[in-house]
């Protein structure tokens, strides 16, 4: 892997990198008809964010076998849609990710997820820094009800008890990223409860980067909300791919399609449910190798 | 289209009736019935207290509430009243901010750990155990509090005052630190544990399971959940299970009976073994009196009628705002 260098190289590769995203960006929404926007960024081209391994990741809920053997390699700085029919286990895959799965009573794991090489899942790991390092934004837009916008989004540093040097720039700097600033700047000390939905869902993904994760998971973070904000979260991720690893769970093809460097298809058929492909994105919709991936993204079922 | 949109008269909305059948009716009349005593029983019993008590009320005064004395002196040419219940009103706030001071951290505490610490098994069985506490006879929490707290209350008495005998509070008239309002709060604190503790379990459990993980996968660690999210929603849930606490507080008798050494002298010292509150005052008076006395006892059960149903009113009322402004 040649993108391993990057994590402590200094800020001026990383100006180089936020130019380089806008850019990106700009013609993305250019493409943004086209389903099949591919190969924005090819692996290797970008050198921020952390590689992330899920090796035989196998989870349970009870006796209830949920996923099956997963293997997947996330490199540094792409982005890889999960997709596949409700119940396949995406969900739970990657919230093995950053040890969410393990808030569900009875629920179990096997196997290893290796951030930057070492197991997260190893004995004596803090498993709070594991969850500074690799971020989330949730299905439904959560932000905490009782802090005002600019509180919501530096509550992370409060809550993991991290300093920081001047709060207003990082404030300003998460929500310009989260696609947000412009909004919400002449109202930093209202209640995060007033904004719409879109608005709140990028506020959490604010919220989420301002701890600097190295990898971002999101778990359907469009399916609650209409089509123009679903549009902007995707320009967001568009823009974040060039500065973390981002791995998005989604029903919607077409999302995967527009924001996706890879795409993995999930399946359960009766059993847990299993990885049954991965590849660049173009690949899986154009030519998939397995028979099963080809009926669900030409919408024979799903 | 648009004209007979225009044209079309406006109707009234009907009325919606249905015709409920005998025994529906029936049935509607007994739960309505049965639905409607307590509030009845309670304004009876307000209305009791207040007729019976109102004449005390018309001789004594304002200064009913704010002396400290009382006194029934015979005389020649009959019976003189100079009754007050000052000195009680006083005792009853004192031991009410002991028992709420010590008592609702208790409360919060046991509250977290059962909702967010305790294994499921251990969890059921200390449920039930706080839950058996609210059943138990106030006497014998009286008596424990008596034989046992007190020995060791008494010393952490002293301590206190030897260190913050500065502040007037914890200051004392005489070294006598038994049966002391101090005493009497502990003892209370215990008491209001299981309302309060309950009351704050169940609203920490229906924190919205959203925010908490938002919490968790900002790299929270358990306690800054529990300040981020937990807190803040359920703090007015903890505001309401603090006042219903502080309404027993209030009315509690016999433990407080039992302990305290009740004295109608004005008695700011929280430490000095000198106090009383409304309820036990009652109690303590009600064998040996006699005609106005008596007539007097009912106007203070009045009062402390007055005080608990403002405190839970406003109970109440915090709750409904909070909930309103806060989630």
């Not at chain 1, 402590?8 to 990198?17: C, K, P, T, V, Y």
């Not at chain 2, 977290?112 to 499921?120: D, E, I």
């Given at each position: 892997m040649t993108t391993e260098n990057s994590s402590?190289?200094?800020?001026?590769?990383?100006?180089?990198?936020a130019e380089m995203t806008t850019e990106t960006a700009s013609s993305s929404l250019a493409n943004i008809s086209q389903a099949h926007n591919l190969g924005k960024r090819a692996p290797g081209t970008h050198v921020m964010g952390s590689g992330l391994e899920a090796r035989g990741v196998h989870a349970w809920f009870g006796k209830h076998h949920a996923l099956s053997n997963v293997s997947l390699d996330f490199s540094a700085g792409t982005v890889t849609a999960l997709i596949g029919p409700s119940g396949c286990g995406k969900s739970t895959f990657i919230r093995t990710l950053n040890r969410m799965h393990e808030f569900i009573p009875s629920a179990a794991m096997a196997g290893?997820?290796?951030?930057?090489?070492?197991?997260?899942?190893?004995?004596?790991?803090?498993?709070?820094?594991?969850?500074?390092?690799?971020?989330?934004?949730?299905?439904?837009?959560?932000?905490?009800?009782?802090?005002?916008?600019?509180?919501?989004?530096?509550?992370?540093?409060?809550?993991?008890?991290?300093?920081?040097?001047?709060?207003?720039?990082?404030?300003?700097?998460?929500?310009?990223?989260?696609?947000?600033?412009?909004?919400?700047?002449?109202?930093?000390?209202?209640?995060?409860?007033?904004?719409?939905?879109?608005?709140?869902?990028?506020?959490?993904?604010?919220?989420?980067?301002?701890?600097?994760?190295?990898?971002?998971?999101?778990?359907?973070?469009?399916?609650?909300?209409?089509?123009?904000?679903?549009?902007?979260?995707?320009?967001?991720?568009?823009?974040?791919?060039?500065?973390?690893?981002?791995?998005?769970?989604?029903?919607?093809?077409?999302?995967?399609?527009?924001?996706?460097?890879?795409?993995?298809?999930?399946?359960?058929?009766?059993?847990?449910?299993?990885?049954?492909?991965?590849?660049?994105?173009?690949?899986?919709?154009?030519?998939?190798?397995?028979?099963?991936?080809?009926?669900?993204?030409?919408?024979?079922?799903? | 289209m648009s004209t007979t949109l225009e044209t079309a008269p406006i109707p009234t909305p009907r009325a919606l009736t249905t015709n409920p059948r005998t025994s529906d009716k029936i049935f509607r009349g007994v739960v309505t019935g049965f639905g409607m005593t307590a509030l009845l029983i309670l304004t009876l019993i307000g209305l009791f207290l207040s007729v019976r008590g109102i004449q005390t009320l018309h001789t004594q005064g304002f200064g009913f509430l704010t002396r400290y004395s009382w006194e029934v002196t015979q005389t020649d040419s009959g019976t003189t009243y100079n009754m007050g219940i000052g000195a009680m009103l006083l005792g009853t706030v004192m031991i009410s901010i002991v028992a709420l001071v010590v008592g609702v951290?208790?409360?919060?505490?046991?509250?977290?750990?059962?909702?967010?610490?305790?294994?499921?098994?251990?969890?059921?069985?200390?449920v039930s155990i706080v839950d058996l506490m609210a059943a138990f006879p106030s006497v014998l929490f009286g008596l424990w509090g008596f034989f046992v707290l007190m020995p060791m209350a008494t010393y952490w008495a002293k301590l206190i005052f030897k260190y913050l005998h500065w502040i007037p509070a914890f200051n004392a008239p005489q070294y006598f630190f038994e049966r002391s309002p101090f005493i009497a709060g502990l003892v209370l604190a215990i008491m209001i544990i299981p309302i309060v503790t309950s009351v704050a379990r169940e609203v920490f459990a229906q924190t919205p399971l959203d925010r908490i993980q938002a919490?968790?996968?900002?790299?929270?660690?358990?306690?800054?959940?529990?300040?981020?999210?937990?807190?803040?929603?359920?703090?007015?849930?903890?505001?309401?299970?603090?006042?219903?606490?502080?309404?027993?507080?209030?009315?509690?008798?016999?433990?407080?009976?039992?302990?305290?050494?009740?004295?109608?002298?004005?008695?700011?010292?929280?430490?000095?073994?000198?106090?009383?509150?409304?309820?036990?005052?009652?109690?303590?008076?009600?064998?040996?009196?006699?005609?106005?006395?008596?007539?007097?006892?009912?106007?203070?059960?009045?009062?402390?009628?007055?005080?608990?149903?403002?405190?839970n009113l406003g109970a109440n009322f915090i709750v409904r705002n909070t909930l309103k402004s806060g989630k």
């Open positions: 402590n190289e200094n800020s001026a590769e990383n100006q180089e990198g290893e997820v290796l951030l930057d090489g070492k197991d997260v899942y190893a004995a004596g790991t803090d498993v709070t820094k594991i969850r500074l390092q690799i971020g989330m934004v949730f299905q439904k837009p959560n932000p905490f009800p009782s802090m005002t916008i600019g509180e919501n989004v530096l509550s992370g540093l409060k809550l993991a008890q991290l300093k920081v040097d001047n709060k207003d720039d990082l404030l300003e700097e998460c929500l310009v990223r989260a696609g947000l600033w412009k909004e919400v700047k002449d109202r930093l000390g209202a209640h995060a409860g007033g904004l719409s939905g879109g608005q709140q869902q990028r506020l959490c993904i604010a919220r989420s980067l301002a701890v600097k994760p190295k990898v971002l998971l999101m778990d359907e973070p469009c399916s609650a909300l209409d089509p123009g904000s679903t549009l902007r979260i995707e320009d967001t991720i568009n823009e974040l791919a060039s500065s973390m690893t981002i791995i998005i769970v989604t029903h919607n093809m077409q999302q995967a399609a527009r924001v996706s460097d890879y795409t993995a298809f999930f399946l359960s058929e009766g059993g847990p449910g299993q990885m049954i492909e991965v590849a660049p994105t173009n690949e899986i919709f154009s030519r998939p190798r397995d028979k099963r991936t080809e009926n669900y993204v030409s919408g024979r079922f799903g | 951290p208790l409360s919060i505490a046991m509250a977290l750990f059962l909702t967010f610490y305790a294994p499921a098994r251990i969890k059921t069985f200390l919490a968790y996968a900002l790299g929270s660690t358990k306690w800054g959940v529990i300040k981020a999210v937990v807190f803040p929603f359920g703090s007015s849930g903890v505001v309401g299970g603090a006042m219903l606490g502080l309404g027993r507080a209030f009315g509690e008798t016999v433990a407080v009976y039992t302990v305290l050494n009740i004295v109608f002298k004005g008695n700011f010292h929280v430490l000095y073994g000198a106090g009383g509150n409304v309820a036990s005052m009652i109690i303590l008076k009600w064998g040996e009196a006699t005609g106005d006395e008596t007539t007097a006892l009912l106007a203070a059960g009045f009062i402390l009628f007055l005080l608990t149903l403002l405190v």
